[in-house]
């Protein structure tokens, strides 16, 4: 059976009594043809990818084509070793860690798209930081990527995952509702409040644009990813305290789908407003294409 809505997710794992993760492993195993085993076995390995990723980034400051970008997260590191951060270590570690998996991507590098290329700094970083501070098991790990790829793809049945049909909302937006999802999976959180951590994470994102400068995958991009890395976990705190959605979540997905195809399309991945058509953004443009 194919899972097209969250509502369909919570009445399957009631009827089997079952947790999201063990569902949608069920699920993928079934579709690929495959066992369990070697599906978590893949998830494992995009794990190790994310790890990889963020160790690497964090060693570089390689300029993107730009010029522009490229070297955040080394001054960000900078920055932490005069003061420490405001909410701490962990927060420190998050925002660090997604501002290296993010470019990575700006140079090419080996990343997870998670759900997009654009967005691959927001899942990798809160699962990875989260994981180091709490001692968290690679099987809990494997869990919460395993929660956060089932609620991409049931967001998906409804809203393509691409800024170029519904703005940056179905990319960032969306990796940030997995985000939630997937670590309140990874600190015990119910099926209730991991789909509350999603519903709140996605409807705080409605409307968000898709206007990068230059066309290039940059500004405001890379930053995006940082801030909605903690909105992610603002997300799941809200979720674990027992806070609800008042809207549930499929209605949630509706007004995302709904709230991209009423945006226009100059601000849908084709850089003909917003950001992109600044006077400095277009000064830029004329610099690096001519």
Known sequence: ??????????????????????LIQEYEAQESDTSIEKIRAEVK??????????????????KAISNWCG?????????????NALFGKLFEKIITYSLATIEENLRMGKIVACPTAGSCGIVPSVLIAV???????EDEQINALITAGGIGAI????????GAV????????????????????????????????????????????????????????????????????TSSELALAGIESKIPLDEVIDAVRQTGQLMSPMLKESSQAG???????????EKIFG
Request: proline share 2%; charged share 20%; glycine share 6%.
């Open 155 to 162: 967001i998906s049945n409804k809203v393509q995952l691409a």
């Open 1 to 22: 059976m194919k899972i097209m809505t969250f509502e369909e997710l919570i009445r399957e794992c009631s009827s089997k009594n079952k947790k999201i993760y063990e």
């Open 275 to 285: 950001l992109a058509t600044t006077k400095t953004a277009l000064e830029l443009k």
């Open 166 to 233: 519904a703005g940056c909302q179905a990319e960032c937006g969306v990796a940030a509702a997995m985000c939630a999802g997937a670590l309140t999976q990874m600190l015990g959180g119910d099926i209730s409040q991991i789909l509350n951590a999603v519903a709140l994470a996605m409807k705080n994102l409605l409307g968000l644009t898709c206007d990068p400068v230059c066309g290039l995958v940059e500004v405001p991009c890379i930053k995006r990813n940082p801030i909605l890395a903690i909105h992610a976990v």
């Open 131 to 137: 994981s180091e501070d709490y001692n968290i098991s």
């Open 71 to 83: 070297d955040d997260c080394e001054k960000l590191q900078v920055g932490y070793s005069k003061r």
């Open 45 to 62: 390995h995009h794990i190790e990818a994310m790890q990889s990723s963020i160790k690497t980034g964090m060693t570089s400051s390689e």
